[in-house]
């Protein structure tokens, strides 16, 4: 199994770019498809951004398209995202997530992905 360990959380203002790594640990990253959802305060989780396998085909939620990007080293066997032009309501603990299986594209449901990290938290001020 799949362990995976985020980081790069923090205090932000608007504007603000910030840049959050997942690192996994037991399997290489290169057999999942990676995700980051994130879930705000009194929210549900929801889908931030996901990468395939070979660290290609990227999917992004509409509220991260063109202000975030997820990318995928292998060989450092680490998932990335960075997110450029934060806002408030970007604010919300952010988690890293993998799955092993096939999952219905785009890969935007919870359900899917059967590894998780503990999350990093992210907040932000305008």
């Known amino acids: 199994q799949v362990q995976l360990v985020e980081s790069g959380g923090g205090s932000v203002q608007a504007g603000d770019s910030l840049s959050l790594s997942c690192a996994g640990s037991?399997?290489?990253?290169?057999?999942?498809?990676m995700a980051w959802f994130r879930q705000a305060p009194g929210k549900e989780r929801e889908f931030v951004a996901a990468?395939?396998?070979?660290?290609?085909?990227?999917y992004y939620a509409d509220s991260a398209k063109g202000r975030f990007t997820i990318s995928k080293d292998n060989a450092k066997n680490t998932v990335y995202l960075q997110m450029n032009g934060l806002k408030p309501e970007d604010t919300a603990l952010y988690y890293c997530?993998?799955?092993?299986?096939?999952?219905?594209?785009?890969?935007?449901?919870?359900?899917?992905?059967?590894?998780w990290g503990q999350g990093t938290h992210i907040t932000g001020s305008s």
């Open positions: 997530a993998a799955s092993a299986r096939p999952v219905i594209l785009p890969p935007t449901r919870t359900m899917d992905f059967g590894y």
């Open positions: 990468i395939g396998r070979r660290g290609i085909t990227t």
């Open positions: 037991g399997r290489t990253l290169s057999l999942y498809l």
